[in-house]
């Protein structure tokens, strides 16, 4: 059963830096893609970031490319999310997702199959 785990939200400031990890276990994740979402309140899911295990494609949302790296530690079984200069509108839950498939990270939500419980990210101005 594939279990995820986010961890390393928290409240920061404006300008600063955070870094997300998503432990992954139960299954063999070489053909699985990885994504992080984010839920602000009041908002839908959307697409923060997405890695494939194999390979390493990645893919980012247009709010956070220049801002935000996803990567991986196979050893560890762990995917990350850095994230630079944080702004305000980057408040919410951030959750990590996962998918098998040898594609590069789907953008919807609807495509992934496990989630992770979420952690929250607060930037304060």
């Known amino acids: 059963q594939v279990q995820l785990v986010e961890s390393g939200g928290g409240l920061v400031q404006a300008g600063d830096s955070l870094t997300l990890s998503c432990a992954a276990s139960?299954?063999?994740?070489?053909?699985?893609?990885m994504g992080w979402f984010r839920q602000a309140p009041g908002k839908e899911r959307e697409f923060v970031a997405g890695i494939r295990w194999a390979g390493g494609i990645r893919n980012y949302a247009d709010s956070v490319k220049d801002r935000f790296a996803v990567s991986r530690n196979n050893a560890k079984n762990t995917v990350y999310l850095q994230m630079n200069s944080l702004k305000p509108e980057d408040t919410a839950v951030y959750y990590c997702?996962?998918?098998?498939?040898?594609?590069?990270?789907?953008?919807?939500?609807?495509?992934?199959?496990?989630w992770g419980q979420g952690t929250q990210v607060t930037v304060s101005s």
């Open positions: 139960g299954h063999t994740f070489s053909n699985f893609a």
């Open positions: 997702a996962a998918k098998s498939s040898w594609a590069a990270p789907p953008r919807s939500a609807r495509d992934y199959n496990y």
